[in-house]
């Protein structure tokens, strides 16, 4: 049997913390599909088409990566993709309130669907798009912190 997970996020931007968690997670399951959520309530400083074409760039030469998005509750989507796995990364106890929260809330959606953690590396802890966004607008850079192809849109985007 095929074991797939959904990695969803909002990814605006991806960052190597991102990269990390699908790279570990490629080794746990057979399939990843990165799953670029729409939110309503966040305004995003990459459009949904902008964000899956960027990681799509970032896994262009990996088939066991799908990246893909989705309208609508998480579950839903899990359930059209044909699994019940959905893999979160964790950076820290302050991560930990709303990884639970979420969790809970899939669970009593779905109760098939089960929700796998996975710490993020120490070396990528501290990374937030919110932190990346704020340096790059200040003109600082995100090298260590982002894919190349990340960089250079969010300078074109944030430094204009
Ligand atoms: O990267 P983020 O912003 O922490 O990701 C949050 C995300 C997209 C995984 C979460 O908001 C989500 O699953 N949204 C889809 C709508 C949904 O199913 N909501 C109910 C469960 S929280």
Known sequence: MSR?????????????G???IIERGSKVFDKMVVAVAYNVSKNT??????????IDEVFKDNDRVEVDSFKGLLVDYAKSKGTNIVLRGMRSVSDFEYEMQMAHANKSLDPGLETVFMVTSRKYS???SSLIREIVSLGGSAGDLVPEVVEKKLKQKLQN
């Open 45 to 54: 400083t990459f459009s949904i088409e902008e964000r899956v074409e960027i």
């Open 4 to 16: 797939v997970a959904i990695y969803p996020g909002s990814f605006d931007p991806f960052t190597f």
């Open 18 to 20: 991102h990269l990390d």
């Open 126 to 128: 501290h990374i937030s």
